[in-house]
Nanobody, 115 residues
Framework: HVQLVESGGGSVQAGGSLKLSCTYS????????MGWFRQAPGKGPEGVAA???????IYLDSMKGRFIISRDNAKNTVYLQMDSLKSEDTALYYC??????????WGQGTQVTVS
């Protein structure tokens, strides 16, 4: 199994920045792709960004230019740098690991509130 723990969430004013971290542990040698997702109140979950072990990344269009995903394979940690935050970015942010053709492992989430 794989355990994921997110951190770095909090409250920030519009235009501000936050950097989320996700540390993964357990049987992680097969983990290639890691991703960030979010779920806002009253809405369904949506993908934010993903990155593979070589550093190739993809983003939801609305995040491009504002969010940057990165990872430190030596530290088993994935990051999400979020700049120019907007109120609509308020959500519970989750980290996930891709395995067996699906997002198989999830963290508990970290709350981001933008006012």
């Amino acid at each position: 199994h794989v355990q994921l723990v997110e951190s770095g969430g909090g409250s920030v004013q519009a235009g501000g920045s936050l950097k989320l971290s996700c540390t993964y542990s357990g049987y992680t040698s097969f983990i290639d792709c890691m991703g960030w997702f979010r779920q806002a109140p009253g809405k369904g979950p949506e993908g934010v960004a993903a990155i593979d072990s070589d550093g190739a990344s993809i983003y939801l269009d609305s995040m491009k230019g504002r969010f940057i995903i990165s990872r430190d394979n030596a530290k088993n940690t994935v990051y999400l740098q979020m700049d120019s935050l907007k109120s609509e970015d308020t959500a519970l942010y989750y980290c996930a690991a891709y395995d067996d053709a699906r997002w198989a492992y999830w963290g508990q989430g970290t709350q981001v509130t933008v006012s």
